[in-house]
């Protein structure tokens, strides 16, 4: 494998619209919303988007939604696998991109996932269906948070992972959280506090899973002849991986391998560059679990030891040795559905070195010079990992 050497894609715009607790605003709103904001941060017009991709939202997206934003694409993408869909979509504009058949692509999410619950709109649990293989599992409700403890007793019980060291995860994501102002949730937790916390799924308590909220997201992925038109420093997308696993439990051949192995070293391969090399990674961490093995399978710690490796602080943007999830990640900033396209806004700000008090330094105060962001989607069932780089 070697570096990409086609027709280079840029990162020139990204914005989240508001987020939290939003409870007046569709998703269509927040939609346009985060849209507006990012095209704004990019310095570009409206006009100059041929490219469009969107997921989880009307029924036939993305067409819904572009007809919303007043865009007429020439490419679009409607891939959907899950919280993964932003980055698999990030690297098919980037192919496209270089091939010739877009030169501005603009991907877009959002959601009123916690508002609708309040409103009565919607249950906490939506159902993924009985259909095709899931009918095997559903008459045993086998939850989706279900499938996530399973597997992370498996870890515990191969390689001695403790409840304590996945409880670090929650408590090091809310510390770098304290340091955003747009994250849900700031106050400090303690590994006791995670602990005794309502049991949701064992060995899963309340801090040990994402917080709900609303809010959307925006990425403006530009051709290189468009960058010096644009008001903001590049992030350059370096290198792409994506791979899917299984749907049913019993076709996961090891519940201690996520499809981030696959998509992650296939990443850093056309990259041209080394997991040592990364200075912060933005995970999907829908529950404290999925931080842990994405590391392992990421190549940032040996398989097992994910345990070992998350303790003494080393996700912390403050002395942390590779900080994780700098803006608070899914279970302390914002998780309002599908999170995948929030990883690659807080990583491009950490590139261009926008991300205020959660600010990630090289030694001697540099800004970062490379980032990973790595979407899981499912229950482990898909991934997609790009590496950025300024």
């Not at 569709?26 to 017009?45: K, N, P, V």
């Not at 409206?46 to 993305?62: E, K, M, N």
């Not at 994250?183 to 899973?209: N, Q, W, Y």
């Not at 995970?283 to 303790?311: N, P, R, S």
Request: net charge neutral; proline share 5%; aromatic share 6%.
């Amino acid at each position: 494998m070697t570096p990409m050497t086609a027709r280079r894609a840029a990162i020139a715009g990204v914005s989240l619209s508001d987020c939290g607790r939003v409870d007046e605003a569709t998703a269509y709103a927040l939609h346009a919303q985060a849209a507006r904001r990012a095209l704004a941060d990019a310095g570009l017009d409206r006009a100059l988007v041929d490219g469009f991709a969107s997921a989880g939202l009307g029924t036939l997206a993305p067409v819904e939604v572009a007809e919303y934003l007043g865009l007429r694409p020439t490419w679009v993408d409607s891939t959907s696998v899950g919280g993964s869909t932003w980055e698999v979509m990030a690297a098919h504009a980037v192919d496209a991109i270089a091939a010739g058949r877009a030169r501005a692509v603009l991907l877009v999410y959002g959601s009123t996932a916690r508002a609708d619950i309040r409103a009565g709109r919607r249950t906490g649990t939506l159902s993924f269906g009985a259909r095709g293989p899931l009918q095997f599992e559903v008459p045993y409700g086998h939850t989706l948070i279900a499938k996530y403890a399973m597997a992370a007793r498996r870890h515990m019980h191969r390689y001695g992972t403790t409840i304590e060291q996945l409880a670090e995860v929650a408590v090091q994501a809310r510390a770098n959280a304290s340091a955003n102002p747009e994250a849900m949730f700031r106050a400090p937790v303690t590994v006791d506090e995670v602990l005794s916390g309502p049991m949701i799924a064992d060995p899963f308590t309340k801090l040990h899973c994402c917080i709900r909220s609303d809010g959307g997201a925006a990425v403006l992925l530009v051709a290189e002849d468009l960058v010096p038109d644009c008001r903001t420093a590049p992030v350059w997308v370096l290198g792409t991986g994506e791979h899917v696993s299984h749907t049913a439990m019993s076709e996961w051949p090891d519940f201690t391998v996520s499809p981030a192995a696959v998509s992650g070293r296939l990443a850093f391969e056309r990259a041209g560059v080394r997991p040592q090399e990364v200075d912060f990674a933005e995970i999907y961490d829908a529950f404290t679990y999925m931080t842990l093995l994405t590391l392992e399978d990421l190549g940032f710690c040996g398989k097992g030891e994910g345990g070992a490796f998350v303790e003494k602080g080393r996700l912390l943007v403050r002395g942390g040795e590779l900080p994780v999830n700098t803006d608070g990640g899914g279970l302390s900033a914002q998780h309002p559905g599908m999170r995948g396209l929030f990883l690659l806004v807080e990583a491009v700000r950490q590139l261009r070195g926008e991300a205020g008090d959660r600010q990630v330094r090289r030694p001697g105060g540099a800004l970062p010079r490379l980032g990973v962001a790595s979407g899981t989607g499912g229950w482990f069932c898909s991934s997609g990992t790009l590496v950025l780089g300024r």
